[in-house]
C-alpha cells in the first residue's frame, strides 16, 4: 500500500471533505462510469441514496448539494465556488440535471435523491447508492460508494476498513508505522521529509512535488485572505453564527500600527497567539461557507496546518519555501500514519480523528522545521494527538461551525506547544505515536454512534438553534 502526501492534502470545496467532497467524487465518478460504458445517452434518470453519517448530516454539511454538482461532473477543486449554490438552485427549480455535463436528464431532488437518517451501509458510516436508469425503467447500471475521510472515496470492493489504499506502486522507504519510519531515518540517516520527498520521486519529479506542494500552501493563504476579506457578518446556516475573522484582523492591524507609532514592541507576551486564532477561524469560517479549502487532512480540521504554518512563516526567522516544503512533507507522513493505522473520519472515530490527526500533523511539521530530530518529530506528534484522545465529533445542527471552528484555533496552538514541549525531549517519552493511534482507533470504535458526526449526541442536542 502506498500513499502520496498529495492524496492526504488537495484542494477542495467546504464545508466538509468527507460530507461534501467524497459525494462530489462519487458522483462525479458515477457520471463518468456512465461516459466510459456508454449508458450516458441512454440514461433519463439517476436515483441517488445518502446513509449513515451522511444521511443524518448531509444537509448541513451540502453533502446533497455535491451529490448534484458532482452528477454534472464537477470536480472539488475546480468547481466555481462562488456559483455551485445558484447552480445548485437552478436544477431543484427546473427539475432538470446536466448529467456528466453532457445531456440533460429529468431530476427531482425530492424523489431521486434521499438522505436515510437511520439507515446505515456496512463497511463504513458514509455510505451512497446511485443507480441509472433508461426510459422504460430498466437498471442500466448501480454502485456503491463510501466517502472514508478526507475526501477519499472507496467502492463496494472495499474491505470495510479506511485503511484501504487500492495504490500498489513501490516507495523508496515504505512504512505504516512510526517506528518503521523512525528506522528508515536512523538506517539512512534521513529526515522524515526527505523519506517523504523519496517517496513521492515513485510518482513525480522532485520539482512536481515542490510545485504542487507550494500551491497548496498558496491556496492555504487565499483560503485565510478570503476568510478574512467576506463582507456577509454571519456564516449560512440557522445557526446564524457570526463571522469574527474580519474584524479580528482589522483590530490586530491597528494595534500593530499604534506600536509602530509609538515606537513601542508589543507587549503581549502571547502576540502570536492572537494570529493564529485569527488564521485558523478564517480558513473554517471560509470552510463552513463552501469555500476553497485545503483538505489537512480534512475539512473540519482544515485551519491547524495552515495556522501554524502561518505562525511559522510569520513569527520564526529564517522560514522560506524549502522549509513550507518540509513542513508539509513531515506533517503527511504523520498523517498517512493515521490513515493507515487508524481513521481520519470522524464518522467512524469522532473528532479524535480529524482535529487530533491536524493537530498532531501540525505539530510534528512545526518540530521538524524548528529544527528537530525525528525522533523529537515523532514526540510532537505523539503529544498531539495524545490529548485529543476521545474528542467527540456532535457538530450543532449538522453545521461545520460549532464546536468546529473555535476547535480548529485551540488545537493550531496546541499543536504548536506540542512542537515547543518536543525540542526540551531529546525525542525520549514514555508513550509511542504508534501507540497513542492504537489508542485512537479503540476509543473511536467504544466510542458510541452519537458522538461520531450524526449530530444526535452531545452539544449537538445541547445547545438550542435559534
Excluded at 470492493?157 to 505504516?176: I, K, L, M, Q
Aim: aromatic letters at 4%; one cysteine or more.
Amino acid at each position: 500500500m502506498a500513499l502520496s502526501a498529495l492524496d492526504l492534502f488537495s484542494v477542495g470545496i467546504g464545508p466538509s471533505s468527507s460530507h461534501t467532497v467524497g459525494p462530489m467524487r462519487a458522483a462525479r465518478r458515477f457520471a463518468l462510469a456512465l461516459d466510459e460504458l456508454g449508458l450516458i445517452e441512454a440514461t433519463t434518470r439517476v436515483d441517488a441514496q445518502l446513509y449513515g453519517s451522511l444521511g443524518a448530516t448531509g444537509h448541513g454539511h451540502g453533502s446533497d448539494r455535491a451529490v448534484l454538482l458532482g452528477l454534472e461532473g464537477e470536480d472539488p477543486e475546480t468547481v466555481d465556488t462562488d456559483r455551485a449554490l445558484d447552480r445548485v438552485k437552478q436544477v431543484r427549480a427546473s427539475g432538470r440535471l446536466h448529467l456528466g455535463g453532457i445531456r440533460d436528464i429529468d431530476f427531482d431532488t425530492d424523489e431521486d435523491l434521499t438522505m436515510h437518517r437511520r439507515r446505515s451501509l456496512p463497511t463504513h458510516p458514509n455510505g451512497m447508492t446511485f443507480e441509472a436508469f433508461d426510459g422504460s425503467g430498466v437498471s442500466l447500471l448501480h454502485r456503491t460508494y463510501y466517502s472514508v475521510g478526507g475526501g477519499f472515496v472507496v467502492d463496494e470492493g472495499a474491505s470495510g476498513s479506511d485503511r484501504v489504499v487500492e495504490d500498489e506502486t513501490p516507495v523508496a522507504y515504505p512504512f505504516e508505522k512510526g517506528k518503521e519510519l523512525l528506522a528508515h531515518c536512523r538506517e539512512n540517516d534521513l529526515s522524515i521529509a526527505q523519506v517523504m520527498m523519496a517517496n513521492e520521486l515513485s510518482w513525480r519529479t522532485e520539482a512536481q512535488v515542490r510545485a504542487q506542494l507550494l500551491h497548496l500552501w498558496d491556496v492555504m493563504q487565499q483560503c485565510v485572505e478570503n476568510g478574512c476579506t467576506r463582507t456577509e457578518t454571519t456564516l449560512p446556516g440557522g445557526l446564524k453564527v457570526r463571522r469574527r475573522a474580519p474584524n479580528l484582523r482589522t483590530e490586530l492591524r491597528e494595534q500593530e500600527a499604534a506600536a509602530r507609532v509609538g515606537g513601542a514592541p508589543m507587549l503581549d507576551p502571547l502576540w502570536a497567539m492572537e494570529w493564529v486564532n485569527l488564521y485558523a477561524l478564517a480558513v473554517n469560517e471560509e470552510n463552513a461557507s463552501g469555500g476553497r479549502i485545503v483538505t489537512a487532512p480534512t475539512n473540519g480540521a482544515a485551519g491547524i496546518i495552515p495556522a501554524v504554518l502561518h505562525f511559522y512563516t510569520r513569527f520564526v526567522d529564517g522560514a522560506d519555501d524549502d522549509k513550507v516544503v518540509e513542513f508539509l512533507l513531515t506533517a503527511a507522513a504523520i498523517g498517512i500514519l493515521f490513515k493507515l493505522g487508524a481513521s481520519i473520519s470522524g464518522a467512524e472515530v469522532g473528532c479524535q480523528g480529524e482535529v487530533g490527526s491536524a493537530c498532531s500533523m501540525a505539530a510534528g511539521g512545526l518540530a521538524a522545521v524548528l529544527g528537530g530530530t525525528p525522533e523529537q518529530v515523532e514526540n510532537a506528534a505523539e503529544i498531539g494527538i495524545e490529548h485529543n484522545l476521545g474528542l467527540t465529533c456532535d457538530p450543532v445542527g449538522g453545521l461545520v461551525q460549532i464546536p468546529c471552528i473555535e476547535r480548529n484555533a485551540i488545537a493550531s496552538v496546541k499543536a504548536i506547544n506540542a512542537a515547543r514541549l518536543s525540542r526540551h525531549g531529546g525525542g525520549h517519552h514514555k508513550v509511542t505515536l504508534d501507540q497513542a493511534i492504537k489508542t485512537m482507533r479503540e476509543t473511536g470504535a467504544d466510542m458510541k454512534i452519537k458522538y461520531k458526526e450524526t449530530s444526535r449526541g452531545g452539544l449537538a442536542v445541547n445547545v438550542i438553534e435559534c
